[in-house]
């Protein structure tokens, strides 16, 4: 079926450092790509999404990219601070409506 | 707080039972979708309803079911449970069905 691919896996960064995290995916129609943060016990949550008409959007130390062409998507964290350490999904919308997540990346950053 | 609620918060039940988790999504969202997120894994995008109307399926298995009524909430029934069963089920809602999706707290399910 259709897959979203993400990398790392894990991650660990110094405070103040970037994180950078990428996601493929298969299916050329999906046209909507969110970045939830996940803690410990915690439901995700929401923390920046782009739509297909955009390459790229930035909300304060994050950012997210997206090349269509080559169907890969990306997560910037800058100046990163411990309280940044979570698991962050990305995720795509197929064409059948259904939203299809990667398996996560557990980002740490140490003080 | 994302306006989706969920019940139970935890549930503790035996090989064999069925189970029922309810979700009430936030006010004005038409859609709710529904996650299995098991131990250090990922989110398994399981069903997908709209205004009452199945919408999409994924890798949801045949002892799963669900539902939405129409005063918008939904149920997933959870029978024949099998140890593997035991996760964290979560619950989202959107507006629609391309609109950002919110997710409740989630449901821990324990299987012994």
């Known amino acids: 079926g259709e897959n979203v691919e993400q990398h790392p896996s894990t991650l660990s960064v110094q405070e103040g450092d970037s994180a950078v995290i990428k996601c493929t995916y298969s299916?050329?129609?999906?046209?909507?790509f969110p970045w939830y943060k996940q803690e410990l016990g915690k439901r995700p949550q929401l923390i920046i999404d782009?739509?297909?008409?955009?390459g790229e959007k930035k909300d304060q130390r994050i950012a997210v990219t997206l090349n269509k062409t080559a169907k890969h998507f990306s997560l910037h964290i800058t100046e990163t601070q411990p309280e940044d350490s979570a698991v962050y999904f990305c995720a795509a919308k197929m064409s059948l409506d259904d939203m299809r997540f990667g398996a996560g990346t557990r980002l740490t950053v140490k003080p | 707080d994302s306006g989706v609620t969920q019940t139970p918060k935890h549930l503790i039940t035996a090989t064999g039972q069925r189970v029922t988790l309810r979700c009430s999504p936030r006010s004005g969202d038409l859609s709710v979708y529904w996650y299995q997120q098991s131990l250090d894994q990922g989110l398994q995008f399981l069903i997908q309803?709209?205004?009452?109307?199945?919408?999409a399926k994924g890798n949801i298995l045949e002892r799963f079911s669900a539902q939405q009524f129409p005063d918008l909430h939904s149920e997933l029934n959870l029978s024949s449970l099998e140890l593997g069963d035991s996760a964290l089920y979560f619950c989202a809602s959107s507006e629609g069905s391309t609109e950002t999706q919110y997710f409740g707290p989630g449901t821990r399910l324990l299987v012994l």
């Open positions: 309803y709209y205004n009452g109307e199945e919408r």
């Open positions: 782009i739509r297909s008409n955009v």
């Open positions: 299916d050329s129609a999906s046209n909507y």
